[in-house]
C-alpha cells in the first residue's frame, strides 16, 4: 500500500508541475497596426516588385487598413460573427482600393500570394488542442 501511495503521489506532482510550466507560456502578443502594416508593405515589395509612387500609396493603405481593423475589432466586443463580417467587408475594400493602385499582373499576383497566406494560416492552427479539423466539434480530430 506505501508504494501505492507514493506513486500516485509522484504521478499528481508530476502532473502538477506540468499544467504549472504549461499555464507559464507566454502567450503571443498581436503586433501594432503599423508593425503589421510594414511587414504587409515590405511582402508586397518583394512580392511584386512595385513603383516607388505604387510602394507609397500600398503602405498608406496597409497603415490605414491596420489601424481601421484595430478599431473594428475593438468595437465587435469578441462577438466572432460580427468580427467575421467587419473583416470581410473591409477586406473587400481594401482590395478595391488595391485594384485601382497596382497593375492587373501585380493584383493577380497579389491574390495568389494572399491565398497562400490565408491557407499556412489555417494550417498553423491544426496542431493545438480545440483548433483545427473536428475539435471542439464532438468527432475526433485528424491523428
Request: proline share 3%; with cysteine.
Amino acid at each position: 500500500m506505501n508504494k501505492y501511495v507514493k506513486r500516485v503521489s509522484v504521478t499528481m506532482l508530476c502532473m502538477f508541475l506540468v499544467l504549472c510550466l504549461s499555464a507559464q507560456q507566454p502567450q503571443r502578443q498581436r503586433a501594432s497596426a503599423e508593425e503589421r502594416a510594414k511587414n504587409e508593405t515590405e511582402l508586397m515589395k518583394k512580392e511584386l516588385n512595385p513603383t516607388a509612387e505604387q510602394l507609397a500609396k500600398l503602405d498608406s493603405l496597409n497603415l490605414v487598413h491596420a489601424k481601421k481593423m484595430d478599431e473594428l475589432l475593438a468595437s465587435a466586443g469578441g462577438d466572432r460573427e460580427k468580427i467575421r463580417d467587419v473583416m470581410q467587408t473591409t477586406m473587400n475594400e481594401k482590395l478595391t482600393a488595391m485594384q485601382k493602385i497596382l497593375t492587373d499582373e501585380q493584383f493577380v499576383k497579389w491574390i495568389k500570394v494572399f491565398q497562400e497566406q490565408q491557407q499556412q494560416r489555417q494550417g498553423q492552427g491544426q496542431g493545438r488542442p480545440g483548433q483545427g479539423q473536428g475539435q471542439g466539434q464532438g468527432r475526433p480530430g485528424p491523428r
